[in-house]
């Protein structure tokens, strides 16, 4: 199975600042990859597909980059409502596997 | 729009089986992959299989190969997946979660979980 390495787990930050998750895979994945974000009681929501593509309705202060074995989701100033946790998955091959999440707190 | 919706809240005892089923509506049914995740309290999110509702097509991770079924009721739109021989540490939400595409398996939309406990 690959393995998603997601750092930090945790992340304190303030409103307006840049924040960037890694996401680790191990081996290559393409860019086969999708971030998520989770809210507290909630399903998760996709934020970002094929590495760097965003998906609809979400807004241009998320993005994302990467390929191979390296990824990145930025927010390049981080609001209110971002506050939660994000997740990374791989869709390369199957199982498909997701990283253990990073929980973006208010500092 | 898209939606998929799931059932209820469920509380069953160690050794017994559950049922969570997960109806689609606002696209083709068969047009697209169904996926199974759960996430146990505080964890994690974790992939446990797909079914292909066209054909009923099957694959499962294979830390539940053996226990869970996953099927599908065309006429009706909806997935199931049931999980038996459950443990304490199946106590988990499950979340069904359509492909996004076919053939690539990023997930949209979601469901809205199922909270499954077990406990005797």
């Known amino acids: 199975d690959i393995q998603m390495t997601q750092s930090p787990s945790t992340l304190s930050a303030s409103v307006g600042d840049r924040v960037t998750i890694t996401c680790r895979a191990s081996q290559s994945i393409s860019s086969w990859l999708a971030w998520y974000q989770q809210k507290p009681g909630k399903a998760p929501k996709p934020l970002i597909y094929?590495?760097?593509s965003l998906e609809s309705g979400v807004p241009s202060r998320f993005s994302g980059s990467g390929s191979g074995t390296e990824f990145t989701l930025t927010i390049s100033s981080l609001q209110p409502d971002d506050f939660a946790t994000y997740y990374c998955?791989?869709?390369?091959?199957?199982?498909?596997?997701f990283g253990g999440g990073t929980k973006v707190e208010i500092k | 729009q898209v939606q998929l919706v799931q059932s209820g809240a469920e509380v069953k005892k160690p050794g017994a089986s559950v049922k969570v089923s997960c109806k689609a509506s606002g696209y083709s049914f068969t047009g697209y992959y169904m996926h199974w995740v759960r996430q146990a309290p505080g964890q994690g999110l974790e992939w446990m299989g797909r079914i292909n509702p066209n054909s009923g097509g099957t694959n499962y991770a294979q830390k539940f190969q053996g226990r869970v079924t996953m099927t599908r009721d065309t006429s009706i739109s909806t997935a199931y997946m049931e999980l038996s021989r459950l443990r304490s540490d199946d106590t988990a939400v499950y979340y069904c979660?359509?492909?996004?595409?076919?053939?690539?398996?990023?997930?949209?939309?979601w469901g809205q979980g199922t909270l499954v406990t077990v406990s005797s």
């Open positions: 094929k590495a760097s």
């Open positions: 998955q791989q869709y390369n091959d199957y199982p498909v596997t």
């Open positions: 979660a359509r492909e996004a595409n076919w053939g690539s398996s990023w997930f949209d939309p």
